[in-house]
Antibody, heavy 120, light 107 residues
């Protein structure tokens, strides 16, 4: 059974940093792109970043490029999102999502989400 | 970036109704279009990928069609568990982008 378990969310001040983690199990972790998708309160879904199976290829949405860093540790089956220079508009539930393929495409398994609140 | 626009933004329907949601892209995306269902407080669930392929475990009353810029999600006979918000998403190029969502409510 595929499982994705996020952690690391919480309350942070504007300009601060936070690191999210997602531990994966139940599938061959290195074969698939892994993604982060977020959802602001009461809003729609927004893909923000993806990373290839080896970790060499990374992809970002423009609003987080230069502030967020996606990475993975395949020895630990863990995906990370380092979030720096956080803004009020980064407040959202952050979901870890497994891709169906080796290319950023579609998300067939999702974690339960972790809430990040950016506020002073 | 490719913008995705869904219509309607919300609709009211009854159990047994046929429901159609449309999604339009700002440029051709071939068949790189996916559909998700999200219920309140839950993570989204993949329903359809590549415009018309049913994800494993998804009931057969869901179907998708379209190519190029115009796509449709059809629920042939709405069931009680289908009241939710539906999102389309293009996977033609990064950044991957979603439509704004369509909320299906009970009439």
């Amino acid at each position: 059974e595929v499982q994705l378990l996020e952690s690391g969310g919480g309350l942070v001040q504007p300009g601060g940093s936070l690191r999210l983690s997602c531990v994966a199990s139940g599938f061959s972790f290195t074969k698939y792109v892994m993604n982060w998708v977020r959802q602001a309160p009461g809003k729609g879904l927004e893909w923000i970043s993806g990373v290839g199976g080896s970790g060499d290829s990374t992809y970002y949405e423009d609003s987080v490029k230069g502030r967020f860093i996606i990475s993975r540790d395949n020895s630990k089956n863990t995906l990370y999102l380092q979030m720096n220079s956080l803004r009020d508009e980064d407040t959202a539930v952050y979901y870890c999502a497994k891709d169906r393929s080796g290319w950023p495409e579609s998300f067939d398994y999702w974690g339960q989400g972790t809430l990040v609140t950016v506020s002073s | 970036d490719i913008q995705m626009t869904q219509s309607p933004s919300s609709l009211s329907a009854s159990v047994g109704d046929r429901v159609t949601i449309t999604c339009r892209a700002t440029q051709s995306i071939s068949n790189y279009l996916n559909w998700y269902q999200q219920k309140p407080g839950k993570a989204p669930k993949l329903l359809i990928y590549h415009a018309s392929s049913l994800q494993s475990g998804v009931p057969s009353w869901f179907s998708g069609s379209g190519s190029g810029t115009d796509f449709t999600l059809t629920i042939s006979s709405l069931q009680p568990e289908d009241f939710a918000t539906y999102y389309c998403q293009q996977s033609y190029m990064t950044p991957l982008t979603f439509g704004q969502g369509t909320k299906v409510e009970m009439k």
